[in-house]
């Protein structure tokens, strides 16, 4: 546990210096979908021609990444006619196109209802499963977080806290930052996803 005397070491994600070398490279390693994206009620085009801009993608490429997002049969529907869950699992597959080693997601399920919320990080964990990618989560929802991650930051405007959920809940920096002081006030660290605690460790080891 960290002492609020001791100097923190900052946390820091490396990546192989030839992986870097061009920027387009960067942007393989690296995807995120934007946590809300207005699009014109009267713009006339189809989830795989979004899909498509501003690089156009195989067709197949296309029916994978909706297909990893939860959402495999809106390809050929227009954009408009989406409800806010399935638009959301739209731009995750957008962002999946590229392959990344890396996701972040910065409050990516706004807006969507405790169940679309769900369902959403477990479609996120399924995807970690497939590709062996990192996640990185930015959230709000303390609940959440300690319910999906298996290494959590608090920040206040620096690091406060770090480590695994259950570590983390302990410690007095994160209660007295939630103004958690007793142990009945802590989030419920219940699993979200219906994963063995064993099976979830070896997911998070590979």
Known sequence: ???????????????????????????????????????DETLPMT?????????????????????RAGVPAVGSQQLR???????????????LLEKPDLLLLDEASQGLDHPG???FYRQIEQI?????CAIVMVSHDLKLVMQCANRVICLN????????????????????LFGLDEPEEQPDLAPVY???VGQREAINAR
Request: aromatic share 4%.
């Open 157 to 176: 405007g620096a690091i406060c806290c770090e480590g695994r959920p259950d570590e983390v809940i302990a410690m007095p920096e994160y209660r007295t």
């Open 81 to 95: 006619s989406l409800s806010g869950g399935q638009f959301q699992r739209v731009l995750l597959a957008r962002a």
């Open 1 to 39: 546990m960290w002492n609020r005397a001791q100097p923190r070491p900052p946390t820091t994600l490396r990546f192989p210096r030839s992986q870097l070398s061009t920027p387009k490279q960067a942007r393989k390693l690296l995807a995120m979908p934007p946590q809300r994206l207005h699009v």
């Open 117 to 119: 919320t769900r369902g």
């Open 128 to 132: 970690q499963r497939e590709l062996g």
């Open 194 to 196: 219906p994963i063995a």
């Open 47 to 67: 989830v795989n021609r979004f899909l498509q801009l501003p690089v156009r993608r195989r067709r197949s490429d296309l029916v994978a990444a909706l297909e």
